[in-house]
């Protein structure tokens, strides 16, 4: 699946369907994108009309939160991360707890972030 391929307004569908944006009647974002995330089979339609996430959909708003919380460390030792996130990253050796508190991005973590902006940067518009 190509979720490089997704822009913000999309991203931001996702969200609002993760968070109950479940109703036949629909906000516009989630209404603008709807199509295109079920053609990727991030969501999927109910009998009753009613929109989910698929467990693929899931994954991908996932990652961009770890992709977020990357970015903020980047910029931020302190900044706040999610538990599950946290977890995942330091799993993945991308980031180590610091002693003053925090988390610092290791080497592998850099790599990742530099792979993401170079990839950010292919984007067309």
């Known amino acids: 699946m190509k979720n490089d391929k ?9 969200e609002q369907i993760r968070s109950g944006a479940r109703h036949i009647k629909v906000n516009a974002c ?3 994108n709807a199509k295109k995330l ?4 991030l969501i999927q339609f ?7 996430l698929t467990e693929q959909g899931g994954e991908v708003l ?10 903020a460390l980047a910029a931020d030792p302190g ?14 050796a991308h980031i ?6 925090g988390f610092a991005i290791t080497g ?18």
């Open 6 to 14: 997704l822009t913000t307004d999309e991203y931001d569908a996702l």
């Open 30 to 32: 989630v209404g603008r």
């Open 38 to 41: 079920a053609g990727l089979k």
């Open 46 to 52: 109910g009998r009753d009309g009613k929109l989910a």
């Open 62 to 71: 996932f990652l961009r939160r770890c992709v977020q919380a990357l970015q």
């Open 79 to 92: 900044a706040p991360v999610e538990p599950d996130v946290a977890q995942f990253l330091g799993r993945k």
């Open 96 to 101: 180590v707890p610091r002693t003053e508190g």
């Open 108 to 125: 592998k973590g850099q790599e990742s972030l530099a792979d993401i902006a170079a990839q950010e940067g292919r984007r067309p518009g």
